[in-house]
């Protein structure tokens, strides 16, 4: 790694400040951050650790939605959303390993957009509300394509806040050597219709199946998505899996969670 | 440099570190505390992981000036006070969960913290917390007969496979 100084403010105000300075970069958990530092990927000049920030831990309910502090570690989530949003709290449960989920944070998670990142399709398809320290922006206008998102310099996720959908589930095709999804689906049925979003499969990142969410707001079962079929144009190809076979799990485990949820 | 302190098996410990420093360089390196191994200092193999405040973590993908005012426990502070093996690092010896040893103080520390959260796990919630240490030796089968024994179960009908 590169030398850097790290600052640990506590607050959003003087974590916002201490970003103001050439090359600094904000340390969530650190679970992506550190290995692409080891990498020498990044040179930042100054870190500027999120952990002490009080206002940007935990999770608190207003009406039906749950907010979840930027800060906030999966294993928190995985505990403490389980009675509100299960669906979520099962995603948090499955991301990578307990030791990652003891530091992994969802503020980082959103904010690197990694294109097989588990997070985005909770938020992509609850219609999440991603909060910063400067402004609200909706999950459908903030992922902009792989490691991208409508993030400005220096803006820090400060929480997410999901709507409560009726019922939900999250189907992770593992790819066992990294432990993050080959292809993973989020279902999410609200009292107006039903979202789908897809991470893992497409060089653009995660998206929304929407032909799928129609087919699924008629009748929500799996045998709605019979006549569907997803293009593989645009999926990842890697040694992992090819186009083909993601655009084909995509619809498997977009069948598996509407069955789960239903 | 950012002077550190934290407590460490017990003990107080107080340094001045650089920003990047690692928690597994500070521990290894600056304390000569090398029961913590480094596998793959990619995140991936657990072979590095102790606990800060009760709860284990990848000590290579932690920065020690994170550890600030932390309770960080080792694999050196977990054998009785007496010196010998505890209850956990017993079962390890007593069932075979080791060959060359090297993924084992991973193992020691992530499988304390399954039993602090889950006191009597089933064999396939230990080996679902397990996901994240990597052995390249046993085979993992005595690793988990091994945990379960630690939690006090019966494991005379597991074979030694
Ligand atoms: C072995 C392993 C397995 C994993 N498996 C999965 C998996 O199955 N699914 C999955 O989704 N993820 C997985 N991950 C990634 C993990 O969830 C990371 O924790 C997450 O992607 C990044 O969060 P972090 O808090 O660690 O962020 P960091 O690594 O600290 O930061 C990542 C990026 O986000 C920026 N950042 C951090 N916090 C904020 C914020 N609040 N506001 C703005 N920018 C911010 C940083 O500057 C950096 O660019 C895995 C990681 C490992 C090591
Ligand atoms: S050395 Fe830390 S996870 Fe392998
Ligand atoms: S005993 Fe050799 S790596 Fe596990």
Redesign the interface.
Known sequence: ??????E?PTTVADAVEALKADEAQP?GG??TL??T??ARLAAPS??V?L?NVKEMQGISIDGDTLRIGGATIH?TVATEARSRYPGLARLASKI?????R??GTIGGSIANNDPAACYPAAALASGATIITNTRQVAADDFFLGMFETALDEGEIVTAVSFPIPEASNYQKFVQPAS?FPLVGVFVAKFADGVRVAVTGASEGGVFRWTEAEQALSGTFAPDALDGLNVSEDGMINDLHGDGEYRAHLIKIMTGRAVKAAS | MTKVTMTINGKSVSRDVEGQTLLVSFLRDDLHLTGTHVGCDTSQCGACTVHVDGKSVKSCTMFAVEAEGAEVKTIEGMANADGSLNVMQQAFQDHHGLQCGYCTPGMVMSATALLKDNPKPTEAEVRKHLEGNICRCTGYHNIVKAILAASGQDVSAIAAE
């Not at chain 1, 990578?96 to 990652?100: E, I, K, R, T």
């Open positions: 790694m590169y030398a850097f100084d790290i640990r340390l650190g679970q550190i290995p530092l080891k100054k870190l650790s952990g294993a990578g390993d307990p030791a990652v003891n530091r432990r």
